[in-house]
């Protein structure tokens, strides 16, 4: 990568950030969440969508947007497609549930959109994208059209708008991609020193919370297999070096939920 470095930024983390794709569940979260023209570009052709669309962070959805019309889209990144049916049914029964006021009435239920954007053609029927909604297989009655499923299909290629945009969801290099609007945030995140601080710092922060993770799970476990013993909270707490009250707090919310 030919860039400027400051010392702040980890050149460790370069060839990750050269490989990462937009179908990379947190390098596209990055990238959308820094640029209002690739969300609308995506919202434009792969919801077939012609409002603009605020995004915003959540905790439980890859890609969440609400539009001006207070319509919402879950959009999720799935590379491997476990479970895939059953996980569109609960994504889209939650986002629902979550949007509903209280007393607020069922006629004024917004259009709700789950998509997952699919690395593979999961159907494999070399189509764009597959909707899926709410009908009665007998008269083909469509039940409601308030909640949508749509599994896209990225390996799709065709010379047309569709295919472009999936040809640019794979590309690990921004100056190969058709899109201006993919472009110049991918190539920001990537090529640009100030995006790549960024891409580092982000990593650098989750490497430190998944070592966190690892550390405090091997710390609990040790205290299981010391208490599995028979030693004390006293014994277990001289030995881990930890407080009398980080024992007893552990274990007492360990007996709780069990």
């Known amino acids: 990568m030919k860039h400027d470095k400051s010392s702040e930024t980890n050149e460790e983390y370069d060839p990750m950030i050269e490989r990462f794709t937009l179908f990379s569940g947190f390098f596209m979260f990055e990238a959308f969440s820094r ?5 609308e570009l ?4 792969g919801m077939e969508a012609k409002r603009s669309f605020p995004l915003f962070r959540h905790v439980r959805y890859d890609l969440f947007i609400e539009d001006t019309e207070n319509n919402i889209y879950d959009i999720e990144i799935e590379n491997e497609g476990r479970s895939l049916n059953e996980r569109a049914i609960v994504y889209s029964s939650t986002l629902i549930a979550q949007h509903m006021k209280t007393n607020e009435k069922f006629e004024s239920l917004k259009d709700t959109w789950v998509i997952f954007l699919t690395k593979k053609d999961m159907e494999k029927g070399y189509e764009p994208y597959y909707d899926y909604k709410w009908f009665d297989p007998k008269g083909q009655r469509l039940l409601s059209r ?6 896209v299909n990225g390996q799709y290629r065709n010379d047309d708008a569709f295919g472009k945009l999936m040809h640019d969801f794979h590309c690990t290099d921004p100056d190969q991609m058709y899109y201006d609007e993919l472009r110049e945030i991918v190539k920001y995140l990537k090529k640009d020193p100030e995006g790549v601080k960024i891409m580092c710092d982000i990593m650098n922060e989750a490497e430190r919370r998944w070592k966190e993770q690892a550390r405090r799970e091997e710390r609990e476990n040790m205290m299981h ?6 030693m004390s909270f006293e014994e277990i707490a001289s030995i881990m070096e930890l407080p009398l009250s980080t024992i007893k707090t ?9």
């Open 35 to 39: 640029s209002e023209e690739a969300v």
């Open 42 to 45: 995506v919202a434009r052709y």
């Open 146 to 151: 308030k909640a949508a499923i749509r599994f």
């Open 225 to 230: 297999k010391l208490h599995a013993k028979g």
């Open 250 to 258: 552990f274990f007492r919310k360990r007996s709780k939920a069990v």
